[in-house]
T-cell receptor, first 114, second 110 residues
């Protein structure tokens, strides 16, 4: 089954404790992206990647890191999480170019930082 | 830079029609529409490209006015299953960045 998977689905952590949210897709897509969703703000892009070893900042990259060592995986790293990073996170993938291809979203990761 | 969606919320009875608008201050190359059910991931509805035609998906269709940098989503004879939050995503040429609006919450009641 073609899908985007994220782990964990739910996470409660404390300020400053490094964490990684994994994202994997089995559709051989070049383009992958991370979004955060907050009430009233919609979906905001954190980082995106056009291909392996190619990443770029989205609109809200502060406090986040990503890496793209393999085509299928695009982990999101929070080196020192803070309460303002409490949010619902979505990973998405699509074939290039993203202009006229639908994005496939993962199920989401709900993160709470205390 | 984030597109503006209007209205923010819509309440309908089954069978009624609705229009959701998406406006940008930037010249657009494409507009995407997604629907998100509560607690689920956004699901793709359609993409409209600059210079492209109006698209449709069953009783949901959309248009893209390039001169006004606006797109509208038309929901005809709404069904209970149409309930959810609708997001437009806009992309400028050669940016590979899809920027989503803040969403329009649609509720359809029997």
């Amino acid at each position: 089954e073609a899908q985007v998977t994220q782990n964990p689905r739910y996470l409660i952590t404390v300020t400053g404790k490094k964490l990684t949210v994994t994202c994997s897709q089995n559709m051989n897509h070049e383009y992958m992206s991370w979004y955060r969703q907050d009430p009233g703000l919609g979906l905001r892009q954190i980082y995106y990647s056009m291909n392996v070893e190619v990443t770029d900042k989205g609109d809200v990259p502060e406090g986040y890191k990503v890496s793209r060592k393999e085509k299928r995986n695009f982990p999101l790293i929070l080196e020192s999480p803070s309460p303002n990073q409490t949010s619902l996170y979505f990973c998405a993938s699509s074939p290039p170019p993203s202009s006229y291809n639908e994005q496939f979203f993962g199920p989401g990761t709900r993160l709470t930082v205390l | 830079q984030q597109p503006v969606q209007s209205p923010q919320a819509v309440i309908l009875r089954e069978g009624e029609d609705a229009v959701i608008n998406c406006s940008s201050s930037k010249a657009l190359y494409s507009v995407h529409w997604y629907r998100q059910k509560h607690g689920e991931a956004p699901v793709f509805l359609m993409i409209l490209l600059k210079g492209g035609e109006q698209k449709g998906h069953e009783k949901i269709s959309a248009s893209f006015n390039e001169k006004k940098q606006q797109s509208s989503l038309y929901l005809t004879a709404s069904q209970l299953s149409y309930s959810g939050t609708y997001f437009c995503g806009t992309e400028m040429r050669n940016t590979d960045k899809l920027i989503f609006g803040t969403g329009t919450r649609l509720q359809v009641f029997p």
